[in-house]
Structure formats: structure tokens, C-alpha cells
């Protein structure tokens, strides 16, 4: 069975403190997208990530791939309040379709 | 100003009384999708389409249909709602698979 897990599904954290999602995927693919999404809200993508050992970075975020390892990673530096959101991994397994993680809620506080 | 749109945003209805949820897209993008979100599963494709009149089974397809007669649409129909299907409904577009631009999401109550 296709599995994308992300871990954690929640985090909490403080503004200014370093933090890391993971997503960890079950088959083979090089191939992975993030996503964000603020609450009554649609998804919004932040980065595309197309082989392995490509890393992204916006803003106070990074993304890393390790296809081999089938581990993206989403880095966030010095948090801040408006990151708040959930974020989604997704991976693409062939042409247009994805298999999205459950998400990591992410809530940052002053 | 590049979208996707859908209608309607919310909905709701009667188990067993058809509807259509559409999606339209002003970007020409050849590949589109449906997927639902629910709480705790993340967001889960039902059907795609890779170009006109070709569309293809996501992961949870039962009790959904969908066409694809023109390029820019891609409506999403349930033929005989039931209350399991009561969930959030995003449509998607892209022009190749590198990237997918999200509807703002429908809103669907099956009583």
C-alpha cells in the first residue's frame, strides 16, 4: 500500500525556535511537492522538489528531497507567527496523480 | 487573473438527490483533478484527467463521475450522494504534473 506519513501531525512552537517536518514516503518516486494551507482555505504550493538532493528554500523555509531515502524534509528557520498553518507533503507517483501526507498543523506563538 | 474556479462553494442536500460540483480553469492546462479532504486522512484524489475526454480513477472514485468534454472544465458528479461523501471537494489544474493550482474548495453536507 502507498503510504506518505508525515510527522509530527501537530506541531506547536515558539516564535524565533527552529523546527523540522518530515515525510517519509513508500515508493519509488522523484518527485515531491509542498503545500500549504491556512484554515477555511485552499492549498497554496511552496515548493517543487524534482530529484534527488534538490533543496528549495523561501523565506524562513527549506525543503530538502532524499529520494533514496524517501524523505523530504521542510525546514523552518526562526519561526514566526504567520507561518501558522498546515503543511502537506504530497508525492507524485505518475502523471497527475499525487499521494498527499495527512499534514502537520503548525502553530507558532509569540 | 490566472484561476481555478468552482461552484458552488457550499452545498448542501439530501442523500440520493443528484449534483454537480464544477470546475473551470482559465489556464489552459492539459491535466486536471478531483480530491476530497477529510479530517485526520489529508486530501485524497477521486478522478483526473490527463486531456480531453480522457479521465482515470484516483484512490476513492465510488459513488463520483466526472467529465471532461472541454479542456477548460472538469465537473465532478455525484449521481446518488450519501452522507459519507459529505466532505470538503477541491478541484485542481495543471499544465504538466510539476505543479497543481488548487480551486478554493466546495464545502458539501449530505443529510
Known amino acids: 500500500e502507498l503510504k506518505v506519513e508525515q510527522n509530527p501531525l501537530f506541531l506547536s512552537m515558539q516564535e524565533g525556535k527552529n523546527y523540522t517536518i518530515y515525510c517519509n514516503y513508500s515508493?519509488?518516486?522523484?518527485?515531491l511537492y509542498w503545500y500549504r494551507q491556512d484554515p477555511g482555505k485552499s492549498l497554496e504550493s511552496l515548493f517543487v522538489?524534482?530529484?534527488?538532493?534538490a533543496v528549495k528554500q523561501e523565506g524562513r523555509l527549506m525543503a530538502s528531497l532524499d529520494t533514496k531515502a524517501r524523505l523530504s524534509t521542510l525546514h523552518i528557520t526562526a519561526a514566526v507567527h504567520d507561518l501558522s498553518a498546515t503543511y502537506f507533503c504530497?508525492?507524485?507517483?505518475?502523471?497527475?496523480?499525487?499521494?498527499f501526507g495527512t499534514g502537520t498543523r503548525l502553530q507558532v506563538f509569540p | 487573473e490566472a484561476q481555478v474556479t468552482q461552484n458552488p462553494r457550499y452545498l448542501i442536500t439530501v442523500t440520493g438527490k443528484k449534483l454537480t460540483v464544477t470546475c473551470s480553469q482559465n489556464?489552459?492546462?492539459?491535466?486536471m483533478s478531483w480530491y476530497r479532504q477529510d479530517p485526520g486522512l489529508g486530501l485524497r484524489q477521486i478522478y483526473y484527467?490527463?486531456?480531453?475526454?480522457?479521465?482515470d480513477k484516483g484512490d476513492v472514485p465510488e459513488g463520483y463521475k466526472v467529465s471532461r468534454k472541454e479542456k477548460r472544465n472538469f465537473p465532478l458528479i455525484l449521481e446518488s450522494p450519501s452522507p459519507n461523501q459529505t466532505s470538503l471537494y477541491f478541484c485542481?489544474?495543471?499544465?504538466?504534473?510539476?505543479?497543481?493550482?488548487f480551486g478554493p474548495g466546495t464545502r458539501l453536507t449530505v443529510t
Open positions: 515508493t519509488t518516486s522523484d518527485r
Open positions: 485542481a489544474s495543471s499544465y504538466d504534473s510539476y505543479e497543481q493550482y
Open positions: 489556464m489552459n492546462h492539459e491535466y
Open positions: 484527467s490527463m486531456n480531453v475526454e480522457v479521465t
Open positions: 522538489l524534482l530529484s534527488n538532493g
Open positions: 504530497a508525492v507524485d507517483i505518475y502523471t497527475d496523480k499525487l499521494i
